[in-house]
Each structure stands twice: as C-alpha cells, then as structure tokens.
C-alpha cells in the first residue's frame, strides 16, 4: 500500500484529518481502486499553466491533449506506451476510445485523471494543465469496488465524505439531504430500496449501477469509465448502457469511455476514437449523430452496423500493421 501512499503525498499533500484515508489505505484490498478513484478527486498540483484561449463562439474544451506522448520506463527499458497524440473534447461530451488491448486508451485516462503524466506534451482539464485546481472527477472501473463493510448507501455517499464543498458539510447533511441525493440516485438507476443492503447481497449488474451512482453523486465535471460494463453479461450490459445514457441525458457530465465493446461505443458515444496497436496513436475520429436516446434494436439497423465496420476494419488494419512491422 505504500505507492498509493506516495501518490496521496506526492500529489495532493498531507492526508487530511478524516478517518476515512487511513481505513481506506489499510483496508481490504477491495478498497484499492477507490482510493485511488477518492485520490483523483482531490488531486491539487501547483502548475500554473493557463491554456490557449479558445476561439470566439467555439465550444468550451474540457479535455485537451496537445503533442501528448507516454514512455514507461528509461534506456533499454523504455516501453513507448502512447505516441505523440493531440485530442480536443467539448464540454459535455461523450468520447469513447477504442482500439486492440495494449493501446493507450486506459494511459489517456490516466493522464487526464492526473494518475499519470505526459513523457512530452501537456494535457489541459478545464483550461489549465492537468490538476492545476480541484475538478471534480468521477470514475468507474470494470470492478465496482464496493467496501464491503458499508452499505450500498454509504458506499454511494463515500465521494461526498472527501470532495469539497461537501466534505465540510457531511456531518451535518449525511443523514438528510445527502441520504437523500444517494437514494434519488438508486432510484434513477433502477435500485429503489436497495441502499441498506450490502455489496456481497448485490449482483454484479446492481453493484455496477450502484458504482455510476457512487461516480455521479458529487456532482463531477467529468466522468472517466474504464470498461465499466466489461465483466457482465450481453443483456445485462446492454441494459446498463440505457441507464448510463439516460444520467448522460440528466446530468451532462464531460465523458470518457474505454471500451473493447463497438456496438457499446456507437451506443452511448458523441465521438468515437479509434487508436493503433502500442505505441498508441489516434487512427480516427468519427462523429456519432444517430438520435437520442437510442435503443438496442438501433444497433442493429444498416447504418449502425455500417459503422461498426468502419471502426472494425481500422482495428484489424492497425493489429496486421503492427504484426507485420514486429
């Protein structure tokens, strides 16, 4: 547990007086994912780049890498994992990347949560370099995470005990108004009544819901999914990506979405990214215009499968390009 640690230090300073990081770090590890999930929300560099100003009438950029590459290591080690990589998104929208395992979507992720910094380049959230000032940022991994000592409710509320202007405020609130925002949210998303049960009483799909209502209910600017729905089955995903697409609707947070799933993809997607085999590079760029909100029997119609291809054949190019180069 010491790296988590290091990062807390390194990255947000002294730990703050709240029992909950030391029951975190020393926890179990199922508690791992979540603190680092609570570490991105709390993230404070002290960089003072300020961005380019953006063009008159344009969209806000939310997210902005500019010439952004990644390598592990250094010398004979060095892996390049992403090369060198520009990508603007708009407030409010949904991106998702996709490409083969190995790629750099997750290394993006990581560079816009602040996990992970640029080898070259700058990444700019909000209009200043990465974690110049506390965002609110939400996260959900293939695993939910839930604590399983805690109830889904105060799983779900557990964001509210660490971000600001909540945190200050949890004591007086959490039995009132922020009960109140965590089951609102259950109810959203289908688990009307389940906020006192435990994660081990939940199935795998439910815990998944629950983590998108744990990821929204401090209200973030931005939300970064990793495979969120990867380990359930078809159906059970399918019904999550309504659920998701309608907080989508709801709340209109900036989103960025990995995923190996292209129907899941041009599902909930504004924009899809295709990216090369590693080193990562952005192969393509595609606007999704099909009307909201969509439903599964539209994945299945000519034009929908027509762009599961085009995305499909630029993945299949880029795995032989690499074979072939190896």
């Known amino acids: 547990m010491q790296f988590e640690l290091w990062i807390a230090q390194k990255e947000s300073g002294p730990a703050p007086a709240d029992p909950t990081i030391p029951l975190i770090f020393n926890g179990r590890a199922a508690g791992i994912q979540l603190a680092c999930t609570l570490l991105v929300m709390r993230i404070q560099p002290n960089s003072q780049f300020a961005g380019e100003p953006m063009a008159a009438g344009s969209a806000p950029t939310a997210i902005e890498l500019s010439e952004a590459s990644v390598t592990f ?81 105060k799983n779900i509320m557990l964001p509210l005990k660490i971000v600001e202007p909540f945190r200050s405020q949890f004591r007086r609130l959490r039995k009132t108004e922020f009960r109140d925002k965590a089951n609102a949210l259950l109810e959203q998303v289908g688990l009307k009544g389940f906020g006192g049960r435990y994660p081990w009483q939940l199935s795998g799909g439910m815990l998944q819901r629950a983590n998108l209502c744990r990821a929204l ?48 993809a041009g599902f909930l997607a504004s924009r899809i990214c295709v990216m090369s085999a590693r080193p990562g590079r952005i192969l393509d760029d595609s606007r999704v215009d099909f009307a909201r909100p969509r439903t599964v029997a539209m994945t299945f119609e000519p034009d929908f499968v027509a762009l599961n291809q085009k995305l499909r054949a630029f993945i299949v190019d880029a795995r032989t390009a690499a074979r072939e180069g190896a």
């Open 217 to 264: 209910i401090h209200e973030p600017r931005m939300l970064l999914l990793d495979e969120p729905f990867g380990a359930l089955d078809q159906f059970t995903r399918e019904e999550l990506w309504g659920i998701l697409q309608a907080l989508w609707m709801t709340h209109k947070p900036t989103v960025l979405l990995v995923t190996h799933d292209l129907r899941e």
């Open 73 to 153: 290591g250094r010398g004979a080690r060095a892996v390049p994992a992403l090369s060198t990589t520009t990508l603007r998104i708009a407030d409010d929208e949904f991106v998702a990347l996709v490409g083969p395992s190995g790629c750099g979507k997750s290394t993006i992720l990581r560079l816009v949560s602040g996990l992970a910094r640029p080898t070259t380049g700058v990444v700019i959230v909000g209009g200043r370099e990465v974690a110049a000032r506390a965002m609110r940022v939400g996260m959900a991994f293939q695993n939910p995470t839930m604590l399983p000592w805690m109830t889904i409710e």
